[in-house]
């Protein structure tokens, strides 16, 4: 379960993927640019369908943790409990969004072996010709 303390564990986050910086790299982009809206998407749902709020409780808190994003993954996880047993989870939003805000303030600061582009060069041979 991910530590509400830690704002960003990449180095747990690259040890479940293998050390695979490149990937890391691509799912915090993906992060960036489809996440980091996700407290003001949520009020919005939770005024108008609380079925979706909690998939997409849930679904913030696959995709912080993914990146080690320990704070936003487990405010997420109480949201969604918090939905799924029909309790007010309004209280919980500021939190969200202080730990959403710190959370996109580290990401940025990534080192840039992160982020930088992980698409090969020219045409690769497909897996099975690499198969010794």
Same mark, same amino acid.
């Given at each position: %379960?991910p #530590?509400p303390? $830690? $704002?960003l564990d =990449?180095?747990?986050a690259? /040890? !479940?993927?293998?050390?695979?910086? #490149?990937?890391y790299?691509?799912?915090v982009k ?6 980091l #809206?996700a407290p #003001?998407r949520l009020?919005? =749902?939770i005024?108008?369908?609380i079925?979706?709020?909690?998939l997409?409780? @849930? =679904?913030?808190? *696959?995709?912080?943790?993914t990146?080690g994003g320990d704070?936003?993954?487990?405010i997420a996880?109480?949201i969604?409990? *918090?939905?799924r047993?029909g !309790? ?6 500021p *939190?969200? !969004?202080a730990a959403? /805000?710190s959370l ?7 080192p840039a @072996?992160? %982020? =930088?582009?992980?698409?090969p060069?020219?045409?690769?041979d497909?897996p ?5």
């Amino acid at each position: %379960m991910p #530590d509400p303390k $830690i $704002i960003l564990d =990449a180095e747990g986050a690259l /040890r !479940r993927l293998c050390a695979k910086s #490149d990937l890391y790299g691509r799912l915090v982009k993906r992060f960036q640019q489809n996440w980091l #809206d996700a407290p #003001d998407r949520l009020q919005l =749902a939770i005024a108008s369908d609380i079925s979706a709020a909690t998939l997409l409780a @849930h =679904a913030l808190r *696959g995709a912080a943790a993914t990146i080690g994003g320990d704070g936003v993954a487990s405010i997420a996880r109480q949201i969604e409990a *918090g939905l799924r047993a029909g !309790r007010d989870v309004s209280a919980e939003l500021p *939190g969200l !969004r202080a730990a959403m /805000r710190s959370l996109a303030e580290m990401l940025a600061g990534l080192p840039a @072996h992160f %982020m =930088a582009a992980s698409e090969p060069d020219g045409p690769q041979d497909p897996p099975s010709a690499r198969i010794r």
